[in-house]
Antibody, heavy 120, light 111 residues
């Protein structure tokens, strides 16, 4: 059974940093791309970043480019999102999601999410 | 700002058929990128309902179906049930943005 468990969310001041983690199990982690998707309170879904299975390719939404860094440790089956220079508009539930392929595809499985609140 | 447009809400009585549209452009749906649909029940994470325009993952009832034509896609729910009350999102890839995009979301209400 595929399981994705996010952690690391919390309350942080504007301009601060936070690192999210996503522990994966139930599949060959290194064989699949992973993404972070966020949802602001009462709003829709917004894709944040993707990393390929090998970790060699990463892409970001314009809204976080230059501030967020996605990474993965395939030996620990863990996905990360380093968030710097946080803004109030980054407040959201952050979901990690497993893609269907090693470099793309739909979001096949989702974690339960972790809430990040940025206070101004 | 979402580049895929959905109606904010649709509603129907139990047993009825409802459809949700997803309108994109030549840089996403119209460029040939697949459309996927997700269901988000209240207070839970999204779950894939339709992938690759019209494919259902195992476990998803065949009451749900998807289609795509030109720069738009649609999700149909037949035999509407109370448990179908949820938010629904379409999703694709946009070559102009070089990233994944979601629809604005549609709330389905069962009357």
């Amino acid at each position: 059974e595929v399981q994705l468990l996010e952690s690391g969310g919390g309350l942080v001041q504007s301009g601060g940093s936070l690192r999210l983690s996503c522990a994966a199990s139930g599949f060959t982690f290194s064989s699949y791309a992973m993404s972070w998707v966020r949802q602001a309170p009462g709003k829709g879904l917004e894709w944040v970043s993707i990393i390929s299975g090998s970790g060699g390719s990463t892409y970001y939404a314009d809204s976080v480019k230059g501030r967020f860094t996605i990474s993965r440790d395939n030996s620990k089956n863990t996905l990360y999102l380093q968030m710097n220079r946080l803004r109030a508009e980054d407040t959201a539930v952050y979901y990690c999601a497993k893609h269907f392929y090693d470099d793309s595809g739909h979001f096949e499985y989702w974690g339960k999410g972790t809430l990040v609140t940025v206070s101004s | 700002q979402s580049v895929l447009t959905q109606p904010p809400s649709v509603s129907g009585a139990p047993g009825q058929r409802v459809t949700i549209s997803c309108t994109g452009s030549s840089s996403n749906i119209g460029a040939g990128y697949d459309v996927h649909w997700y269901q988000q029940l209240p207070g839970t994470a999204p779950k894939v309902l339709i992938y690759g325009n019209s494919n259902r993952p195992s476990g998803v009832p065949d009451r749900f179906s998807g289609s795509k034509s030109g720069t738009s896609a649609s999700l149909a729910i037949t035999g509407l049930q109370a448990e179908d009350e949820a938010d629904y999102y379409c999703q694709s890839y946009d070559s102009s943005l070089s990233g994944y995009v979601f629809g604005t979301g549609t709330k389905v209400t069962v009357l």
